[in-house]
């Protein structure tokens, strides 16, 4: 067993460093909360395995500690009333049940964390049992390697430095180990200049191959991402919650906005109408920080054929009556969508099982589904005046209440203050609350963000989605644009909200009973999100702030009767921008340390290029030489040196010379045997060359070596017979 | 091969011992390593070799008081050592010297006596001082103690315990004469036992100088490594179940010194080492019963472990 030295506080530190990697992505792949708690108890065991208590002292404060975060996290009272422990205990024998049955999905949190603890328990004697007694830390280190791999590879984990972290570390352990292992097996005892011997390289290899690693460039994947083909095995669009990349389509959960998605072209439902229409889902109210949440949920019921209780557009605007019918693809429970300024529900087929009643929410104004296979919405299409948008220009209670304007102006407490510096910037000048949507609208459109669904980033804990997006990213979908719409208005103190559900779609063909009406096709393709801003005496208007889609809301502009609101810069309706490629989602990532980095290996790649043939040639030509050198070496090396000790007067140098000479016998295929005195190795020699010179020779240097007393000129006596024997040993 | 160049006081000695001992040359030089480093020898082989020859023909040698103790179960550790015995003259006890109080003793068959005379004889050679009726006497010097043992009758004897072997500096066989020397030994026995003959090459007073010059023979830091590596390695030897002692470091070194020295050489080199530590080991470690009845030998043992440490070839580096 080892001491409590440095060292092997070393190993613990670096094993621990190992252990942690384990828990980091944890916190941001999963709900598990508080993980500093499980670190500190992993830290507390391996202290507690350093210095070597009994192992019952140990037992009791691990045990102590589990029992008093359980009770911290879990319990109210006082620890020491004991009367939840045995609640506890009865919960673990609930629980042992339960995972007999196999009934995973019920266990209860704190049970959950118990054996977590218990886990973390078991890896740190894992570790120990590692450390000291096998001495290798291998397999842990390249489980570990594989976990973080595996974790970036098809999750959002960012495993970047984890990796580094990890080679280091590991690496750092393996090599001591390996010191302690070498030294155990050949009875060794460890001098500083040994581990000084062993370190230095040790460490010198360690920061070498992390700098190559950093800097050299990385070749792109030779083979797909196996996400999207894991998942397309797996099929399942729509509720995927907010990890991992997406299958695009429609999700209810949106608190967390972010990540890559995935195409997915299946229908969702058709739609009979007379022209495209964005269809509306749901909208959200409550920005996160990370993304949108309801604010609470009021579900009521209306009659099939009654007015649906939405936001409706007010009577002051101009409004023309339309009806479409839909078909959802899959008829149990489909998300009922339906257009702006909608009126009515009717014809649902088959009728209601609730005798017609619907039930709808509210405060996000969904509606509930049921079974249908068809239904038919009467909806109306505003046609707005543009001098009655430009008037609202401020909070004014009369006109609306100032809860609802509260309501949907909130923003999270620890929200960036550039987001508002951007945004105030970019609707100076503007006086009304419409023009300056217009100008936030306008301002992806004009600046450089892109349109991607593939390279989107997933906001870390302290990072602000919307400031990402805006700031740093510059990269993303729908979601990204509409939300920072959102957020952006909100901090200029214009009421908005979040809307989800389906773009047009695409045109299929013309219905052959109705001619007027046109069949269109809604795949997950088209699941979207837009921004709806309240405009006083004038409802929610639609904005669409996406780069490449476009909402068409008619707007009465006065002397020139547009009929659209895409007379504005934008690109003509395409559903999905081809984004080019090429770019490597490093770029957004790397900071600017590596740049440099990358530029001298730029340089040296160009050079390397241009001169690659010169530098081949002259690199087998040196390689040549060498080995042809190293091949001859008994040709020339003795004469170097005999030019080399000639000249020496110091008569310590027979040390040396000896030495050399030895090397040179064992070359020419005398070798002396480990075991082997110098007096014996002379006698073989000099029988071999039959004379008496090496064994003269070896006395001189025995009294050198083992009496440290050299008779004066005893180098310049016996240079002779090192000559000799030297020139003996040219091949 | 050459033979090295001896201390001429001591190849006299040699000479002399040889006039009576046909062959055994390395037994006598070992016995003489044993006297100069003021050690003992532990003799094992059958009787009958020239045991008791070697002993007196190396004590008329250094014209040392010889005395010969033969253990038998019946001998008292007074036996050995001395009595007290009532003068009614002088009206006192009186103090009649046993043999131990010679310089050079033979110690014949020690492991047939019982365990206590055989500690009045160690304790002897391990204090060379003995106590009797509360009187401590100091023994005479130079002291030097051959022990035999009959390796073959084991029946009604006191194996010496393993604390005790260590006393011995040196342990070793005899073996027979080869062919050519025994007809040389009957040769000689036709004739009046030779021994009567022998003179004296030195008198003690030399014989203490040869002993104190011994202790000047240097011992380089290598050496010692190298002595430690040897000892070190009979305590982790597989077939070993208890190795070497720090006694038996020193005990080798010793044994070098004096080897060195009998050369001629002021310094140790590492052949000494590889010469000496199968009789200067082999009685300091214990065999697992395993390996003994494998057919190991403590011999083999050390032989195998100095086969495997590195001859030191260049100064350590500090």
């Not at chain 1, 941001?28 to 499980?38: G, M, R, S």
């Not at chain 1, 949920?297 to 009806?323: A, C, H, K, M, N």
């Not at chain 1, 429970?333 to 709808?360: N, T």
């Amino acid at each position: 067993m080892r001491k409590r030295d440095f060292p092997t506080l070393l190993l613990y530190v670096l094993s621990f460093l190992l252990l942690w990697e384990w828990l980091r992505p944890i916190e941001q792949l999963t709900d598990t909360d508080n993980i500093e708690v499980f670190i500190l108890f992993l830290l507390v065991s391996l202290a507690l395995s350093y210095l070597k208590l009994k192992w019952i002292w140990k037992f009791i404060i691990k045990s102590c500690y589990i029992l008093i975060f359980l009770h911290h996290f879990y319990y109210e009272g006082s620890l020491f009333q004991f009367s939840w422990l045995s609640s506890f205990i009865a919960n673990v024998v609930n629980n042992v049940g339960l995972l007999a049955a196999r009934n995973w999905g019920d266990l209860s949190d704190e049970f959950r964390s118990f054996l977590f603890f218990i886990l973390l328990w078991l890896m740190v004697y894992l570790i120990q049992y590692w450390l000291l007694r096998q001495q290798q830390i291998f397999i842990f280190f390249f489980m570990t390697l594989i976990y973080i791999t595996v974790l970036d590879t098809f999750t959002n984990y960012e495993a970047k430095f984890s990796i580094v972290r990890t080679v280091v570390a590991g690496f750092t352990v393996m090599g001591m180990l390996a010191f302690y292992r070498i030294l155990q097996r050949e009875q060794v005892d460890s001098s500083p200049a040994f581990l000084k011997k062993w370190m230095v390289p040790l460490a010198g290899m360690i920061v070498f191959s992390v700098v190559v690693g950093i800097v050299s460039p990385k070749a792109a994947p030779i083979w797909p991402d196996p996400v999207p083909y894991l998942k397309a095995v797996k099929e399942g669009a729509g509720t995927t919650s907010g990890l991992g990349p997406h299958r695009i389509g429609y999700g209810t959960n949106d608190d967390r906005l972010g990540g890559p998605f995935i195409g997915d072209d299946s229908t969702v439902f058709l739609v009979e109408a007379t022209g495209k229409h964005y269809w509306k889902v749901e909208t959200k109210d409550i920005y996160t920080g990370k993304g949108w949440i309801p604010s609470g949920s009021t579900p009521i019921e209306f009659r099939e054929g009654d007015f649906v209780p939405v936001y409706s557009i007010p009577g002051t605007v101009e409004r023309l009556p339309e009806t479409a019918k839909i078909l959802p693809a899959e008829t149990k429970h489909p998300l009922i969508v339906y257009p702006a300024g909608v009126q009515k529900l009717r014809d649902i087929k088959p009728v209601s099982p609730y005798e017609g009643l619907i039930q709808i929410d509210t405060t996000v104004e969904r509606i509930k589904s049921f079974e249908t296979e068809a239904y038919t919405v009467d909806f109306s299409v505003p046609k707005y005046k543009i001098e009655d948008l430009r008037k609202a220009t401020g909070f004014n209670s009369r006109e609306m209440g100032l809860k609802f304007y509260q309501r949907y102006t909130l923003l999270p407490k620890n929200l960036p203050p550039r987001i508002k510096q951007l945004t105030e910037e970019i609707t100076k000048g503007k006086k009304n609350w419409f023009d300056k949507a217009q100008a936030v609208e306008d301002y992806f459109g004009r600046n450089d963000y892109t349109y991607d669904q593939k390279k989107v980033a997933l906001p870390g804990k302290d990072i602000d989605y919307v400031d990402q997006f805006l700031f740093e990213t510059k990269r993303g979908y729908c979601d990204n644009f509409s939300t920072s719409m959102a957020v952006m208005l909100r901090t200029i103190g214009i009421p908005t909200r979040w809307v989800k559900g389906f773009t047009g779609g695409e045109f299929m063909k013309y219905n052959l009973k109705d001619g007027t009406k046109r069949v269109y096709k809604v795949t997950n393709n088209n699941a979207h999100s837009w921004v709806e801003v309240f405009l006083p005496n004038q409802g929610w208007i639609p904005f669409e702030p996406t780069k490449g889609f476009t909402n068409e809301i008619r707007i009465d502009y006065g002397s020139n009767t547009s009929t659209s609101n895409t007379q504005r810069a934008e690109p003509a309706p395409v559903q999905k921008p081809k984004v080019p490629p090429k770019e490597d989602s490093k770029q957004t990532s790397a900071g600017e340390k590596g740049f440099d980095f990358k530029l001298v290996w730029l340089k040296w790649k160009f050079f390397f290029k241009a001169n690659w043939k010169w530098f081949a040639l002259s690199l087998t030509g040196l390689a040549a030489l060498i080995g042809i050198l190293y091949r001859i070496r008994g040709k020339w090396v003795p004469y170097l040196l005999l030019l080399h000790y000639r000249f020496k007067k110091n008569d310590e140098t027979i040390g040396k010379a000896y030495l050399i000479l030895l090397r040179q016998l064992e070359r020419y295929g005398l070798k002396r045997q480990k075991n082997q005195t110098l007096r014996n190795y002379a006698r073989y020699v000099d029988q071999f060359f039959s004379t008496r010179e090496m064994t003269r020779l070896t006395s001189y240097y025995e009294q050198y070596l083992y009496h440290k007393d050299l008779p004066e000129g005893g180098w310049q006596e016996t240079r002779e017979l090192w000559e000799n024997l030297i020139k003996r040993t040219i091949a | 091969m050459t033979r090295e160049k001896m201390n001429p006081t001591i190849e006299k000695i040699l000479a002399n011992i040889e006039k009576v001992m046909i062959g055994k040359r390395d037994v006598a030089e070992l016995s003489l390593v044993a006297l100069l480093a003021e050690g003992h020898v532990l003799l094992e082989d059958v009787p009958g070799v020239g045991k008791t020859m070697m002993v007196r023909a190396l004590a008329k040698s250094v014209n040392a008081n010889f005395r010969r103790i033969q253990f038998t179960p019946d001998l008292l550790p007074s036996d050995v050592t001395g009595v007290s015995i009532y003068n009614p003259k002088k009206m006192e006890f009186e103090f009649r010297p046993g043999p131990l109080m010679g310089n050079i003793i033979l110690a014949d068959e020690i492991n047939r006596t019982s365990p206590k005379t055989q500690s009045a004889l160690l304790e002897g050679m391990e204090e060379a001082s003995v106590t009797i009726d509360g009187v401590t006497h100091k023994l005479h010097k130079p002291f030097f103690v051959m022990a035999t043992q009959n390796p073959i009758e084991y029946e009604g004897t006191y194996p010496l315990p393993e604390a005790q072997l260590d006393r011995f500096l040196l342990k070793m066989k005899m073996g027979y004469p080869d062919l050519q020397e025994e007809v040389e030994v009957l040769n000689r026995a036709q004739k009046i036992p030779p021994i009567e003959d022998l003179h004296p090459v030195i008198d003690l007073d030399e014989l203490r100088v040869l002993q104190q010059e011994m202790k000047d023979v240097y011992v380089d830091d290598t050496i010692k490594r190298y002595i430690v590596e040897i000892v070190n390695r009979t305590r982790g030897h597989g077939s070993v179940y208890l190795g070497a002692s720090p006694r038996g470091s020193i005990a080798l070194m010793k044994a070098a010194q004096a080897y060195a020295y009998m050369y001629d050489r002021d310094y140790i080199v590492p052949d000494d080492i590889q010469y000496l530590a199968p009789f200067v080991l082999s009685h300091r470690i214990i065999l697992k019963s395993e390996a003994k009845f494998e057919g190991t030998s403590a011999e083999k043992v050390i032989n195998q472990i100095v086969a495997r440490v590195p001859v030191p070839v260049q100064r350590l580096v500090k």
